[in-house]
């Protein structure tokens, strides 16, 4: 239920509700808590996607994010072990708080070996359930997405007064760099490849590529996609230098996706990617990885109002004219108006017109901000994956020309 702030009493509320979550403008929503108990802070932003709760939650882009499903029904499949998106999958990498309309159901899937508000317990994640989330939905796209206090007590008693300061009182999300709280410790080798029906995940053995994974919140299904294609794949912490990097003597450079503002991450990291390109390293981010890449070429990023997050996003391929279904999740975006001479624009979403890919006309380096990987979502722009090991083929035989 959607309260306006003015009608709210002063101090402590009356025990009808075990969850609220307390926008920045003062808007208090009531509902039941699911999930962990205790009180979270983040940004709030809602996905249209009506399958893949389970990947969306532990996708490491949603951190420090508060997740509103559009989707009624969240849960009634469960969740399993196999469909976790952080790379470290004991962690709480993800979203911090799930925002859902109908109560969770019990799971009816023959994959599930969860219930969905059991396993959000164990990761610690807050919820609320009971909310009229088309309303929250509609609010978002007319006010922004606002910061939040989601907090859930089974004995529904809350300071909402002090919930509205506190609220009211969190940082932007412009400013703020993220992916020291999702990317990976030490190097890593990836072996896992696809998931197949009756087999589960794959374990390619022949390499053909060596690609470097910079990882600033990775997700498996990335890396599960080169793996399949012959590559050897090493995942570095977001924070390697260049020097690291080319002493791996990697065939091509991935260049991740994660959370937070990515210019406050290329405060750091722009001299690695900008050192990588200038090399003629063959280079394709993705989603933070080609906003930062932009950024480093000398482009600039904007925060959107609503951001894109969901399965169902329309987006033009500028060079084939092909309409792609793709899934998204980001809050920025590349404003193409600032990219220099030889970027070109490559990819454009049909909802907004917004930036969707890049390229380098005189260097073997692009991205895209939607993510080809479809976990979840449709598998259109799988392509991709083929178009950059394309490039680092046309960059062996330049050398060797």
């Given at each position: 239920?959607?309260?306006?702030?003015?009608?709210?009493?002063?101090?402590?509320?009356?025990?009808?509700?075990?969850?609220?979550?307390?926008?920045?403008?003062?808007?208090?929503?009531?509902?039941?808590?699911?999930?962990?108990?205790?009180?979270?802070?983040?940004?709030?932003?809602?996905?249209?996607?009506?399958?893949?709760?389970?990947?969306?939650?532990?996708?490491?882009?949603?951190?420090?994010?508060?997740?509103?499903?559009?989707?009624?029904?969240?849960?009634?499949?469960?969740?399993?072990?196999?469909?976790?998106?952080?790379?470290?999958?004991?962690?709480?990498?993800?979203?911090?708080?799930?925002?859902?309309?109908?109560?969770?159901?019990?799971?009816?899937?023959?994959?599930?070996?969860?219930?969905?508000?059991?396993?959000?317990?164990?990761?610690?994640?807050?919820?609320?359930?009971?909310?009229?989330?088309?309303?929250?939905?509609?609010?978002?796209?007319?006010?922004?997405?606002?910061?939040?206090?989601?907090?859930?007590?089974?004995?529904?008693?809350?300071?909402?007064?002090?919930?509205?300061?506190?609220?009211?009182?969190?940082?932007?999300?412009?400013?703020?760099?993220?992916?020291?709280?999702?990317?990976?410790?030490?190097?890593?080798?990836?072996?896992?490849?696809?998931?197949?029906?009756?087999?589960?995940?794959?374990?390619?053995?022949?390499?053909?590529?060596?690609?470097?994974?910079?990882?600033?919140?990775?997700?498996?299904?990335?890396?599960?996609?080169?793996?399949?294609?012959?590559?050897?794949?090493?995942?570095?912490?977001?924070?390697?230098?260049?020097?690291?990097?080319?002493?791996?003597?990697?065939?091509?450079?991935?260049?991740?996706?994660?959370?937070?503002?990515?210019?406050?991450?290329?405060?750091?990291?722009?001299?690695?990617?900008?050192?990588?390109?200038?090399?003629?390293?063959?280079?394709?981010?993705?989603?933070?990885?080609?906003?930062?890449?932009?950024?480093?070429?000398?482009?600039?990023?904007?925060?959107?109002?609503?951001?894109?997050?969901?399965?169902?996003?329309?987006?033009?391929?500028?060079?084939?004219?092909?309409?792609?279904?793709?899934?998204m999740n980001h809050g920025f975006a590349?404003?193409?108006?600032?990219l220099p001479p030889n970027v070109k624009e490559t990819h454009r979403s049909l909802?907004?017109?917004?930036?969707?890919?890049?390229?380098?006309?005189?260097?073997?380096?692009?991205?895209?901000?939607?993510?080809?990987?479809?976990?979840?979502?449709?598998?259109?722009?799988?392509?991709?994956?083929?178009?950059?090991?394309?490039?680092?083929?046309?960059?062996?035989?330049?050398?060797?020309?």
């Open positions: 239920m959607l309260q306006d702030s003015t009608q709210q009493p002063a101090g402590w509320s009356e025990p009808t509700a075990t969850a609220l979550l307390v926008l920045a403008d003062g808007t208090v929503i009531e509902g039941s808590g699911i999930g962990a108990e205790g009180k979270r802070a983040g940004e709030v932003c809602f996905n249209t996607a009506m399958t893949g709760y389970e990947e969306i939650i532990t996708d490491p882009s949603y951190a420090g994010q508060i997740i509103t499903f559009t989707f009624p029904h969240i849960g009634n499949v469960g969740v399993n072990d196999e469909d976790i998106e952080a790379l470290n999958a004991a962690s709480g990498a993800g979203a911090v708080g799930v925002v859902v309309h109908a109560d969770i159901t019990g799971p009816a899937n023959w994959r599930a070996s969860r219930h969905l508000n059991d396993w959000l317990k164990a990761r610690g994640v807050v919820g609320i359930a009971g909310v009229d989330t088309r309303a929250l939905a509609a609010m978002t796209r007319e006010r922004g997405m606002q910061n939040a206090i989601l907090v859930h007590a089974p004995d529904g008693r809350f300071d909402v007064e002090a919930l509205k300061r506190e609220a009211a009182a969190l940082p932007s999300m412009a400013g703020l760099d993220l992916t020291g709280e999702v990317s990976a410790a030490q190097r890593m080798e990836w072996t896992e490849g696809v998931w197949t029906l009756g087999s589960g995940y794959g374990r390619p053995e022949q390499h053909k590529y060596h690609i470097v994974a910079m990882d600033f919140g990775v997700k498996r299904n990335i890396l599960r996609l080169f793996a399949d294609r012959g590559c050897k794949v090493t995942v570095v912490p977001g924070r390697a230098s260049l020097e690291e990097i080319l002493a791996l003597k990697p065939d091509g450079v991935f260049i991740s996706n994660g959370p937070g503002d990515p210019a406050a991450t290329c405060e750091w990291a722009a001299p690695v990617i900008a050192g990588l390109v200038e090399r003629r390293v063959p280079t394709f981010g993705i989603c933070l990885g080609h906003q930062m890449l932009a950024i480093a070429l000398g482009g600039r990023t904007v925060k959107m109002t609503q951001g894109h997050h969901g399965a169902n996003h329309p987006v033009q391929d500028l060079e084939t004219k092909k309409v792609e279904i793709v899934s590349v404003d193409p108006a600032s909802f907004d017109g917004s930036n969707c890919g890049i390229a380098v006309t005189d260097r073997p380096a692009f991205s895209v901000q939607h993510h080809p990987e479809a976990s979840p979502g449709p598998q259109d722009s799988h392509y991709l994956f083929d178009r950059f090991l394309a490039m680092i083929d046309g960059e062996r035989a330049r050398r060797q020309g």
